[in-house]
């Protein structure tokens, strides 16, 4: 599992349609059926998408999105973080402005 099929899941979590979750995600929507049924294989073949999609926001499914989101949250955070940080390391000095 990897931060991307977390983010595609929730997708099309979100929007219930796996065209429009297509587009918010910047896939054909036959590839991201590809990686949503791989991350259903890796997850031991339950259908989890079905369990998201159906339920709502108060049983097992929503839970599941809501995790999601929080683990992409925290990895975003710690990406820019990371991203400020070596920017800091790694960016000579600046004097002045150049045109």
């Known amino acids: 599992m990897n931060i991307e099929q977390l983010k595609y899941m929730l997708a099309v979590a979100k929007h ?3 065209t429009e979750a297509s ?3 910047s896939l054909s929507q036959s590839s991201l059926s590809k990686q949503i049924r791989n991350l259903e294989k890796e997850l031991g073949g339950i259908d989890y998408l079905t369990v998201i999609v159906e339920c709502t926001t108060d049983c097992c499914g929503g839970r599941v999105a809501q995790f999601c ?3 992409i949250g925290e990895f ?3 990406a820019i973080d990371y991203a400020r ?3 800091v390391r790694t960016r000579p000095p600046q004097i002045g402005n150049l045109l």
């Open 69 to 71: 989101g929080r683990i």
């Open 23 to 25: 587009y918010e995600v």
């Open 16 to 18: 219930q349609n796996f």
């Open 85 to 87: 940080i070596y920017c």
């Open 76 to 78: 975003e955070s710690i």
